[in-house]
Each structure stands twice: as C-alpha cells, then as structure tokens.
C-alpha cells in the first residue's frame, strides 16, 4: 500500500499523463489516412498514435525519476529490470487494433508496480472521456468528463473531488453478462462461456476491446471475462487493480492462479476475471 503523501503525488502524475496521452491519441484518431501503420516483430500493428502517447507518458513519468517498462519503449532485458523495486508499467494505447478499426474501444492504462503486482492504476478511455484510477487497499473510482489535453495538470484534490467509488449502484442488472475480446477470440473462449451459460439462464454476450472490459466489471456492468489469446503484463496490471478493489478477481487459466509480474517472459497465461 502506497503511504497517504506518496499516493497523492504520484497519482496526479499518472493521471495527467494518460490524459495528455489520449490527447495525442484523438489527434491521429481524426485523421484515418494518417495512422502510419507498421507491424512489429510480435507480429501486432502499431500506429503513430502509439508511438506519440508513449513518447508523451516517457516525458511525464520521467519526471518522477521512476523506471518505466512501455510496450513501445526499448527492450527491457530481465536482468536490468528483475531487481526493480519501483517502476511503471505502461501500455500507451491498448486496443491498436480497435483504434485502427475506428470503433472508439482504446485505453491508455499506467501501472505502478511494486513487488511484481500493481498498488496505482489510471486507465483512460479517450474517446468516452473517462478515467479508472485505483489505490491497493484504497479502493477504485470513476471520473468522468475529462477530455483530453495536451496540458492536463490535475491535481490530487481535483481527482478526489471527481472520483465516484466502483462499482456503481446504477449498473446493477438482472442478467448475466460476459465480456468477449472482438478482435481475440478462440474456441477455448467458447468453451468457457459455454460452461458459464450452464449455470446461467439469462445470459448476455457483449463484445468490447481493450482493457475497457475490466473497467466495465469493475464498473459493475459486466459479470465474467474470460481470455484464452494471447496478452502482456501492460495489458492487464492497472486493470486488474481496478477491477480487485472493486470487488472482483483476475486468475489465470485453467490452473486458477493469481497473475504474476516483472516476469523474464512478459506474456501472460490465459485468464479470466470475475466480479464476484
């Protein structure tokens, strides 16, 4: 747990960052015969956009002398970062391939992990203009209405004043809904809703990209999550502090084990995340 005067000069920075970043990132998103595609070595797109709101975060975090891990950034080899006792994990645009798409399911998520898990999250889906932000042991939160701005300076009291504890009273639903990667899915994601569906009579199927679906459970609108492609550890560190502070889990598949972090191999196993 982050002592009281750490949190709240780190997570302002957190906050802004991912806010100038989605400001980067709505700029290339107005202009489609711009995005400057290429594919990288894992075989996945990656867009100027990407490359902007990484340089953006680098620029911003790097002020508070903290290591950063980006999916965009510089390979980190395991025996420089293996003894970290700080840094932030960053995934500057997750759901490129949403982005490139065109259907507004993209988020910049900012993890600072400590002893291999994440104890602050700030998620920001720009284009609906909303922030997910968590604290281990503090709780999770939703604020909404910030557009994005290449200047955003927030402060940690704005934050608080804004902040709405997750999950929401108003997401209460009577069905049972399971979120579904649109652009990943596989047989074994069948598998394991099929196996949902038996339990459940009334059950909802909703597609979504990113790690927006976590924030949809933590949220309270969504029930299960399973994922059976493959993902990283940017992925899914700030969201899965979202979602466990308020109230859910994320363990891996099918073993059923919590997720590990700052890994040698920075691929995750296959899981699955419940709002219990």
Same mark, same amino acid.
């Given at each position: ?24 990132i709505?700029?290339v ?14 075989h996945?797109?990656i867009?100027?956009a990407?490359?902007?709101a ?8 790097? @002020? +508070?002398?903290i290591? *950063?891990l980006?999916?965009e950034?510089?390979?980190?080899? !395991?025996?420089?970062? $293996?003894?970290? #006792? ?5 995934d500057?645009?997750?759901?490129t ?13 900012i ?12 998620i ?19 604020i909404?209405?910030i ?9 940690y009291d ?13 997401s ?9 990667s649109?652009?990943? @899915? +596989?047989?074994?994601? *069948? ?6 569906k038996?339990? !459940?009579?009334n059950? $909802?199927?909703i #597609? ?11 949220e ?9 492609t ?7 560190a ?5 979602l ?5 889990i994320?363990?891996?598949l ?21 709002l219990?």
């Open positions: 747990m982050l002592p009281d005067d750490i949190r709240a000069y780190l997570l302002p920075r957190a906050f802004n960052a991912a806010v100038r970043a989605g400001w980067e709505m700029e998103y107005k202009n489609r015969d711009d995005y400057d595609i290429s594919v990288k070595s894992d996945t797109p867009t100027l990407d490359r902007l990484h340089e953006k975060i680098k620029e911003s975090l790097g @002020q +508070t002398r290591p *950063i980006s999916e950034g510089r390979e980190m080899l !395991y025996d420089e970062r $293996r003894n970290w #006792e700080l840094f932030w994990l960053v500057p645009l997750d759901g391939v949403e982005f490139i798409k065109g259907n507004n399911e993209f988020t910049v998520n993890a600072l992990m400590s002893e291999r898990q994440c104890i602050c999250a700030v920001y889906v720009p284009y609906l203009q909303k922030v997910y932000v968590a604290s281990r042991g503090v709780g999770s939160f939703l909404e209405g557009a994005p701005a290449a200047d955003a300076c927030y402060s704005d934050i608080c004043a804004l902040k709405q504890r997750l999950p929401l009273a108003s209460l639903h009577t069905d049972y809904r399971i979120a579904v649109r652009s990943h @899915q +596989t047989p074994e994601t *069948i598998e394991y809703i099929d196996a949902v038996a339990k !459940y009579q059950v $909802r199927i #597609e979504q990209g990113s790690s927006y679906k976590f924030c949809l459970l933590a309270g609108l969504i029930d299960y999550y399973p994922r059976t493959h993902t990283y550890e940017w992925d899914t700030a969201a899965e502090l979202i466990s502070e308020a109230g859910g994320t363990r891996s099918p073993d059923r084990q919590p997720l590990l972090y700052n890994k040698e191999n920075l691929q995750n196993p296959w899981f699955e995340c419940i219990l």
